[in-house]
Nanobody, 125 residues
Framework: VQLVESGGGSVRTGGSLRLSCAAS????????MAWFRQAPGKEREGVATVVPGLGGTYYADSVKGRFTISEDDAKNTVYLQMNSLKLEDTAMYYC????????????????????WGQGTQVTVS
């Protein structure tokens, strides 16, 4: 599975961006898709996860109500709609795919995701 992110960029506080993650390869085995982010000097953190087969979505508390993760199966693409962006949202955003869903307790556990994209930078100023 190959993942390619796009849609990052620079935006003012309060603005919006939509990130896209296009999946190719053995995409049929994906059971969950997620967005993570990593700011300079900080650990990678889970932002949002979608589990299409179960219709579940999970969000970090810091983005609830502002970000929305969605998936378009026909396009093998996952999106992250980010609204009301804050300075603290500045980070490199990574798309990840998991071949197995371990349950809601692990929705943001990076070690349970098997494939990763190269990342797209989001800068809020």
């Amino acid at each position: 599975v190959q993942l390619v992110e796009s849609g990052g960029g620079s935006v003012r506080t309060g603005g919006s961006l939509r990130l896209s993650c296009a999946a190719s390869g053995a995409t049929a085995g994906r059971h969950c898709m997620a967005w993570f982010r990593q700011a300079p000097g900080k650990e990678r953190e889970g932002v949002a996860t979608v589990v299409p087969g179960l219709g579940g979505t999970y969000y970090a508390d810091s983005v609830k109500g502002r970000f929305t993760i969605s998936e378009d199966d026909a396009k093998n693409t996952v999106y992250l709609q980010m609204n009301s962006l804050k300075l603290e949202d500045t980070a490199m955003y990574y798309c990840a795919a998991g071949l197995k869903w371990y349950g809601s307790r692990w929705w943001s556990e990076s070690r349970y995701f098997d494939y990763w994209g190269q990342g797209t930078q989001v800068t809020v100023s």
